[in-house]
């Protein structure tokens, strides 16, 4: 079995690409530790305001929906004790 002049040389290039190979991915990989650890380390710095942007959705979810409902029966729209009780009827 003859073995190709260049043989040599050739496995020495590819373990310098191999070498080399390993570097990016551990420069890679320490990039992308850096970039998947951006997100937790905002939300460490706007965690209450977070917190307050969340609570304030619910009051104005909750608001909607107690004064979108009671605005309804007001205008009489409804009927599920929307409608308006006379004042002679009223008096006790």
């Not at 530790?33 to 380390?41: K, N």
Request: net charge positive; glycine share 12%; with cysteine.
């Amino acid at each position: 079995m003859d073995e190709h002049p260049e043989l040599p040389k050739l496995r020495v290039l590819v373990d310098a690409a191999r070498a080399r190979l390993a570097e990016l991915e551990t420069a890679y990989t320490i990039a992308k530790a850096r970039v998947d650890s951006l997100p937790a380390g905002l939300f460490q710095r706007l965690r209450k305001w977070c917190q307050e942007r969340d609570r304030l959705r619910l009051v104005v979810s909750y608001r909607q929906q107690f004064f979108g409902g009671a605005a309804a029966a007001g205008r009489g729209g409804g009927g599920a004790g929307g409608e308006a009780i006379p004042a002679g009827e009223n008096a006790q």
